[in-house]
């Protein structure tokens, strides 16, 4: 049968978020492991108890729309989340490691944010408002994410630059000296 209803969409947009986001509660504990920054792994684990009360939201407006969550694999979120594991097998050292983790975490934020975006605007033009405002909790709290990941890179971006392969050099050279005194 062909789905031709943005209900159908609406419907499907949200089984893709849940797989995103059961994706995230998995992905994330990974993320507050690698990184060194405390704060950094804090906002992380702030931000695994968001997602799981996120994952609870969309159970929530599955049960009023009385569908399943499940049967839809999110391949964007898949993607992002490799890129983060590939990223986090590197070897760099620990303060532009934490400068990369939070370029992949904030693409992960963007990417939600779109997402949400679009499912509320069609919340409210199917009529259902209080799906709406669920989907609003969550598109702000995603904002907040990205907002707080944007200050922490401010630090963590700065301490980074400080690890310039000139720096390195330095440092080598003044250790071989106190060596060599
Ligand atoms: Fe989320
Ligand atoms: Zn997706
Ligand atoms: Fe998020």
Known sequence: M?????????????RDLYSAETQLVKALPKMAKAASNDQLRQAFEEHLRQTSEQVSRLEQIFEQLGEKPTGKKCA???????????????????EVKDAGIIGGAQRVEHYEIAAYGTVRA???L??????GSLLEETLNEEKQADQK????????NAAASQRSPAMESLRERSARSKRAA
């Open 2 to 14: 062909q789905k031709d209803s943005l209900q159908d969409l609406y419907v499907d947009e949200l």
């Open 122 to 124: 069609f919340a409210e």
């Open 76 to 94: 964007g979120m898949e993607g992002l989340v490799k890129e983060g594991s590939e990223l986090m097998k590197e070897d760099f050292s620990d």
């Open 126 to 131: 199917l009529g259902k408002p209080e799906q």
């Open 149 to 156: 990941l944007t200050e922490l890179a401010a630090e963590i």
